[in-house]
Each structure stands twice: as C-alpha cells, then as structure tokens.
C-alpha cells in the first residue's frame, strides 16, 4: 500500500528531536520531523513534478507553486520510482535554493589575491583568453575539464560537445568516475554495454536479496522501503564489514575482513559449481567462458576451507549463503560504493555478475546482477558526458561511430577526436607533471572530495588557470579559483535525468536564480559565442532542443531512446527506461535480457575473472586500524555543499566530524566515549570525537565521507580497469589528544 502523508498547508509541526537510525520514520512520517511543511499563510496556486536532484533513485516531487514560484512540495503519489514517498533531502531540496552563500555575480581574483565581482563579459573574456594563451603555448591537450553527474543530461552533452568539438579540448571527465566507473567497466566488459538490467519492482520480487557494501537503509532510503513492500518474505544477505543499519535488519550479516570480497565470491561460486547449483542450460546458450571460469576456481585457492580463513566467514555459513543463491529461487544481487571505491573493484563487480550468470539469475523479474547508482544524473554523464566515451555511449577510437555522431550533430568529422579522455586520476597526474595547465571545473568541490586531499591543493599551484563554475562561491575549489562562473541550481533549470533503473525523467523549473547567476546551460552557450564556435551550437538553442540531438545520437545503441517523443511524453509516463526503440513497445518497468540476448557481437555475455591483488596499503605496527569511509545519514549528501544549507538537515546529522572505533579497541588505545582522538594515515592527521560502537569490527575504524577532512587520510590509490578510486580501505592510527 503507498504511503500518504499529511501535507496540508495550515498544519505547521514542532520540528522533533532525532536521535538514532530512525529513515523509515523520516521516510513515513515527514512532518513529525519538520519535513514538508509549507510557510504559514502560504496557499499554492499551481503544481509541476520535477524529478529529485540528489541521489540516482530518481524520486518525483509535486513542486508547490505561487506567482510561479516554488514555495514547498511533496512527493509525487503515483510515480512508479517513489510511490508518495521521500526522504528528508528530497523534503528539503528548496532550501539550498535560498543559501545566503549562492554565487551570485561572477567572481575574479585580483592583484591582491581577493575574488571580487565583475561583470559576466569580463569574467568570460578572461576566461576564454586565459585557455587560449595556454592552448596556444602548449596545445590543446594543455586544457581539460571535470564535470558532473549533478547536472541535467543536456547540460551534461553541451559541455562534452562545447570542450571537445568546440574548444578542441582532448581530456574531460566527471566526478561520476568517483562513484560509478568501476560498474560501467564491469558492465561493459561482462554484457558488453553499461547496462543496469534491472527495475526497482525487483527489490519487491526476489526471494532472495544479497546486498554488498550498501548501506541501502541509510544512502537510498526509497529504494529500502521498496525491499520493505516484498511480500515473498525474502531472505535478505547484507555483506558488509560493518554492522550497517541495514545488516541490523537482514536475515543474515556476513561481517567479512575489509577487501575480502573477491576472495569470498570465488569461493561462493566455486561452491555452486561443485555442488551442482548452476543453470546449466542457460550457461551454454547465453554465457562465454564457463570452462575457463571453472579451471580457474577449481585449481584455485578458493575451496571453503581457504576462503573461511581469509575472509573470516565461517565455511556453514558459507555453504548457507551458496545454497541461497543456488536454490532456483529469485535471486538478486545489488552493490553500490562498498564494491565500486575499491583498487579492485571491477573484478568484485563482476564475481557478482558471474554468480547470476552461473545460476540464470538474469533478465526475470526478482534477479540481477545490479549497480546502485549514486547521483541523480550518473547515469546521464556515462552516455551523454563526451569525456571517456562518445556520446550516446559510442567510441572515440570507432571511425564508424565519429562519423554518426559528426554527420547528426553537422560538425566537422575532424573535430571529433579519436581519442578518449584522461580519467579523473590522470588529469590530476598530468597537472601534476605540468602537462595540464587550464582546468575548468563544473558543479563539483574536488578540492573536498578527490582521494588523497591535500594532494589536490598542492596541485593547484600547478596549474595557471582554474575556473570554478558553481552554485555557491563558498565552496573549497571556488575559493581556489582564479575565476567563479555563478550558476543555477536544482529547481532552477530544465532538462532531464536518468536514474539507477534507467529511468528518464525531467526536472523542472520552479524557481529563479538569485542575481546573475544562470544555467550551466546558458553559461555553455556564452562561452561558445565567446570562444567563436557559436555557430556550431546554434541547434543547441534549448534543453529540450538537445534532447532531440541526444535521442538521434542513440539510434541503434543499446540507450536507443528514439521512441521518446518529447518531455511531455517522458511526463505523461512517470519516466520512461530507455531503451525505448521505435519498433519496441512501452511498458511502465521493463528489465534487460529478457530474451537472453547480451550485446556483445555472438549475444553472449562473458565471465570475467582475475586473480585477487594484494592489498595497497595493509595495517602494520605504525599504522595498526583499517579506516572504512562511507555515507553517515540519509540527511547528508556527498560534500554536504547543499544540504549543509538546510537547518532540518543539519539537526538530523552530527554536525561535528566523529570517527567509529570498536569498544575493545578503544580500552586498547585508552580511548574513553566522546573525547576528541588524533586520526593519523600516512597522508595526514586529523581530530574527531570518539564514539564507541560494535557496528565495527576490532581492527576497523568507520568515518564519514561527508566531512572535509575525511579525505586527508584516503589512499589515491585506483582500480586499474575502471581508474576508480579506491575510498574504502586505508591503514591508520588513533590516539587520545
């Protein structure tokens, strides 16, 4: 049954105090919270749905309107993503909106080193002469560009498109490398597209649901309540060395040793094998390398006995959990940033994908192998950023491929490199080597929130021109800017996202940027008029008008969305998964492979496997605790850069960095509850308050990802398939201060 809730105008609710884990309260009553209540004396006089611009659920919102401005919303009751339901940053979303620290005139740094306001025509013409005295000296691989997955698709395709056709800009990558690379690789390599297969109706129709380093309850709230409605009463297999609030409501926690993982589904699969658990009919007719896979596991290290040992799971359970994912039953398995932040997080990825594989969990309702997204439009920058890949998940180095896109987009073929980006790391190493001297960050603090932070500052004296182009000028990489570009926000623009399921939805606006500041959008087509390549853009006049481009862009890829009319379309539908062909027909949730049918050339997916890495930096005497890193609350969002603006948001987050230690360790190190520790790695030092708890493991330390400081400790280290970072997993010291 949906969830209602009371949203009526007049009632205005003492915001309550929170003191614990309590998402499925915050999710099902709101206003008990002081969520979603609108301002006394305001009546809307109109509503537009716009989809959610914090994480990949892809929530829709009911935007309340007066004199065609948002004054509050509420969740949109019948959209197939949320069901009437939100969480506490979805309630919130206005409130970043109304920051008094919101970039509102565009920024400059002077003679005396100060960022002091100008006019937009300056900040441009120093913006565009400064990147082309550079390309000039040194070339155009002397420029470079990091985007985001916090903006609209179209945006996303008009700033690839504008840096590497119009500004002749080589390197270009998005911060969705921080979240989602390492399933984009595996995808690609094991099915042979980036494709999720999966629907959220899933969570509702397994039998049994393994998740693996998610923390489900706490970084998708909306997609928990949906494991919450399954009516099959699932056994629910939460692997995770912590005692998340989501194993605290599994039917089984698997607490294994930090970077386990690969050696545990090894031997998870080789269990299935010996013990006969496979679909073995659907192995021969739709899967490569079984034969290659089964040598590799049976000659291997990865018998029960071995496997117990290294990962600390004992062997009954391990058989228990085989027997599970080998019971014919609806099996599905869903991973997020515990698998993805990793230095070998590709192959764990894909030992996930070849335990579906292995036993036809693929393609029927209740299975998978399935990535959780992490932003909102993640999914948008892997088909449509133009930075490792051509748009509409096409290649660079295919010369079929340049000359589709060239002849849709009528641009020169030359134009289009035939050549992939940098990845995220390696732009930071060339401006490291100063090959990288111009960078042009959009809607993202990578002063905050790139692995190994102090790295990144020190980096900045490298580079000769940095510009920033953002919502807010408060943030860590603005105020290391030589110029700040003000932009519009969430709520503020149109354009269109695409969720963890594959789900297209649009985003409106429903509010009006403060002062000067204008939509990534309009800000691309300013510096394509100024850089002298309007002319190539001058079909790029509106969202919508791209979205079209985009959609022809598609035609014949796995994404073909060329059966999408219009927003209007995408509206009437509540969203539409691509692909949506012309020859395809519609229905509201639809999985991938069905029909069996993969998209490498012969149809068959692959089994990909490697032997295990050593870990990077394992614990010694110096360094003796693991630091795990990962999402704190369902009311903090990545940086915090916007919902540290809202006051509800901050009374249900600590607002003062803490770190997790185990109360055995803690009597160890002389650590008593609540005092202020030194957390030291090998990259730097910081102070937080102690708090004692068995959600970690004697040996492990638990922080959130949301602090600044966070980052000083984290490892560069990264997946050498997907040149993700790897978050997760970095030796440390902690001592009372």
């Known amino acids: 049954m949906t969830t ?59 935007v309340h309107l007066r004199d065609k401005q948002a004054v509050n ?54 913006f565009v002469s400064g990147f082309k005295q550079i390309a000039e000296a040194s070339g155009a691989q002397a420029l470079a560009w990091l985007g985001t997955g916090q903006i609209p698709s179209e945006e996303l395709a008009f700033l690839g498109a504008l840096g590497k056709f119009g500004m002749g800009m080589i390197h270009g990558d998005g911060n969705t490398r921080q979240c989602m690379a390492t399933a ?66 599994a039917t089984k926690h698997l607490a294994l040793r930090p970077k386990s993982d690969l050696v545990l589904f090894y031997g998870l699969a080789r269990l299935l094998i010996e013990s006969g658990w496979l679909d073995t009919d659907f192995i021969e007719q739709h899967v490569c390398g079984f034969e290659e896979l089964k040598h590799f596991l049976l000659d291997g290290p ?87 890949n051509l748009l509409g998940g096409h290649a660079f180095e295919n010369p079929v491929h340049r000359e589709k896109v060239a002849r849709i987009l009528e641009i020169p073929l030359e134009r289009i490199p035939d050549q992939s980006s940098y990845a995220y790391d390696q732009i930071m190493e060339a401006i490291e080597r100063g090959e990288i001297k111009g960078l042009w960050v959009v809607a993202t603090n990578t002063a905050h929130s790139w692995i190994n932070q102090r790295r990144f500052r020190k980096l900045r004296d490298k580079l000769e021109l940095l510009v920033v182009q953002d919502m807010y000028h408060s943030t860590e990489t603005a105020q290391m800017a030589d110029i700040v570009l003000p932009a519009a926000g969430w709520g503020e623009k149109d354009g269109t996202f695409i969720n963890s399921e594959r789900r297209i939805g649009c985003i409106r606006k429903v509010s009006r940027a403060p002062g000067q500041a204008l939509a990534d959008f309009h800000i691309f087509q300013l510096v394509s008029h100024y850089w002298g390549c309007g002319e190539m853009f001058e079909k790029w006049s509106s969202p919508e008008a791209v979205f079209k481009l985009l959609k022809q862009l598609t035609a014949g890829q796995p994404c073909d969305i060329t059966a999408i009319e219009n927003y209007n379309m995408i509206e009437a539908h509540g969203g539409i998964q691509w692909p949506l062909r012309q020859s395809s027909g519609f229905a509201a949730e639809r999985r991938l492979f069905e029909d069996g049918r ?13 032997a295990p890495r050593e870990l990077p930096e394992p614990t010694d005497p110096a360094y003796p605790l693991t630091l795990l890193t990962g999402r704190g609350t369902s009311s903090q969002w990545h940086t915090q850069t916007r919902t540290s603006k809202s006051a509800v948001l901050r009374k249900l987050s600590p607002q003062n960095l803490y770190v997790e230690i185990n109360p055995a360790d803690a009597e160890v190190y002389g650590i008593a509850a609540g005092s202020q520790v030194e957390v030291r790695s090998r990259r730097g030092k910081l102070v937080a308050k102690a708090y004692l708890s068995g959600t970690v493991s004697r040996g492990q330390v638990f922080m959130p990802m949301h602090y600044a400081e966070v980052n000083e400790l984290t490892l560069d280290t990264v997946d050498p398939y997907s040149r993700q970072p790897s978050y997760k997993a970095c030796a440390v010291a902690i001592t009372s201060t």
């Open 73 to 126: 919303l509420s969740a949109q009751m019948g959209y197939p993503v949320n069901l009437g339901m939100a969480c506490p940053k979805g309630w919130e979303s206005l409130e970043p909106l109304k920051a008094r620290d919101r970039a509102t005139s565009p920024l400059v740094r002077d003679r005396s080193g100060r960022l002091v306001q100008t006019s937009w025509d300056n900040a441009l013409k120093q």
């Open 598 to 610: 993969f998209y490498h050339a012969n149809g068959k997916a692959r089994f990909i496997f490697e």
């Open 184 to 249: 984009v690789a595996a995808y690609k390599e094991s099915f042979g597209f980036d494709a999720p297969p999966y629907t959220y109706a899933d969570f509702e129709e397994s039998d049994v649901l393994v998740f693996v380093g998610s923390n489900l309850c706490i970084t998708h709230p909306i997609m928990w309540q949906r494991v919450m409605r399954n009516r099959r009463k699932p056994e629910i297999l939460v692997v995770d060395p912590r005692r998340t609030e989501t194993a605290m409501m």
């Open 4 to 62: 209602r809730f009371d949203t009526r105008p007049e009632k205005a609710t003492p915001l309550r105090a929170w003191n614990g884990p309590l998402t499925q309260e915050l999710v099902q009553r709101p206003s008990e919270f002081g969520l979603g209540n609108l301002p006394s004396k305001v009546q809307p006089d109109a509503t537009t749905n716009s989809v959610c611009g914090f994480c990949a659920t892809g929530c829709s919102l009911k």
């Open 302 to 388: 990865y018998d029960a006995y071995r496997v117990s040992q290294e990962t600390g799971i004992d062997e009954h359970v391990l058989l228990e959990m085989a027997a599970l994912i080998g019971s014919g039953k609806r099996v599905s398995l869903w991973w997020t940033m515990g698998v993805n932040q990793s230095y070998e997080g590709t192959r764990v990825a894909q030992s996930l994908i070849n335990l579906a594989l292995l036993t036809g969990n693929i393609g029927k309702p209740g299975t998978g192998a399935n990535s959780i997204t992490g932003q909102c439009n993640a999914m948008g920058s892997r088909l449509f950023s133009n930075t490792t």
